[in-house]
């Protein structure tokens, strides 16, 4: 079996790990008659691609910088941040290996047989936020009264953004994507002709509290999908630094080991396959990794250049209150 972690020692770049990985995985698939590691190398292509031909990013964030600038004269009083990120080579890596997982292991408990490879394969259409942008806003503290909510003003703000940003960035190339989520999982402050584009984990935050708010659009010039999600800073803080981020991995590695504890080892290749890619990937020692413009000291000291563990950056635009002492009148 070929993994990742096959060619992260030889300090070689990113792009050459994933020309090399997914040249090899097409290969063994071939020879091996495995659907889904040719759809897996095929993955892996679209990401090169992202790296190789980043001109359409130039256009793309173009556009999204003018939401930015409405945002600048519409909230000046607010501080905020966009952020754009391509989703880092280990964390796409882990998420198809994660998803492969998932499938199987609920066309299991729902059919009591495995899925066809081919099956697996035909429902590998979920990755959908490789490319992601983020909006965190912040209010100061001079334009909360003492009888106010910060956290409610901020929330307030957050929604009456998202309800202009569909129809801002439809003008401008981008088709909002139905979320499959039912209309009724959403706040009442989404308006009813936005409600079914986004997940709102605000209104339901995730088990860790992780709170966000999600929608994703089709970019019709660049022909790629891409994510927005909006929040709040201390939603941010908690999602980057907070119990979300740490509580998110260690959720991860444990529903990895239950349904690997449903699913016995031999009876399912394509599960076998991505359980132990993706257990590599969880037990990897970062220190020890040899990868171009990377380096470790462990696995929380880290210098990423090259988008190996963490995103790499498209942006970020920064606003900062022009008010931030004195209050709005």
Do not use: W
């Not at 009813?192 to 708010?213: A, E, M, T, W």
């Amino acid at each position: 079996m070929i993994s990742l972690s096959d060619y992260l020692y030889n300090g070689d770049t990113v792009l050459k790990i994933l020309i090399q990985y997914s040249s090899d995985l097409k290969q063994e698939a071939i020879k091996t008659n495995n659907a889904i590691d040719l759809a897996h190398s095929n993955f892996l292509v679209q990401i090169i691609e992202l790296l190789e031909h980043t001109d359409f990013l130039t256009s793309q964030s173009q556009r999204i910088k003018e939401f930015y600038l409405y945002m600048t004269q519409k909230y000046p009083f607010l501080a905020f941040t966009f952020k754009g990120r391509i989703k880092s080579l280990i964390r796409a890596e882990e998420k198809f290996n994660a998803y492969v997982m998932e499938y199987i292991y609920n066309y299991y408990k729902a059919n009591e047989r495995y899925p066809s490879e081919n099956e697996i394969k035909n429902n590998l259409h979920c990755f959908r936020d490789l490319i992601a942008y983020r909006i965190v806003i912040s209010l100061p503290v001079c334009h909360v009264s003492e009888n106010e909510s910060r956290e409610a003003q901020e929330e307030k703000y957050l929604y009456e953004i998202a309800n202009v940003l569909p129809g801002f960035l439809e003008e401008r190339g981008f088709s909002p994507e139905m979320s499959g989520q039912s209309h009724t999982e959403c706040s009442g402050e989404i308006d009813d002709n936005n409600r079914f584009y986004y997940r709102d984990y605000v209104k339901n935050p995730r088990p860790s509290g992780y709170q966000s708010l999600h929608i994703t659009f089709y970019d019709n010039l660049a022909r790629c999908y891409t994510e927005l999600q909006l929040r709040t800073k201390d939603m941010d803080d908690l999602a980057e630094i907070g119990d979300a981020n740490h509580f998110g991995y260690e959720k991860i590695q444990e529903e990895s080991r239950s349904k690997r504890d449903i699913i016995a080892p031999g009876e399912c290749r394509a599960f076998d396959e991505a359980y132990e890619r993706l257990k590599e990937l969880q037990e990897l020692d970062l220190a020890s990794v040899n990868v171009n413009m990377f380096k470790a000291i462990n696995n929380q000291m880290i210098n990423d250049g090259c988008g190996l563990f963490r995103g790499r950056q498209i942006l970020p635009f920064e606003h900062l209150s022009r008010f931030q002492y004195d209050p709005v009148i």
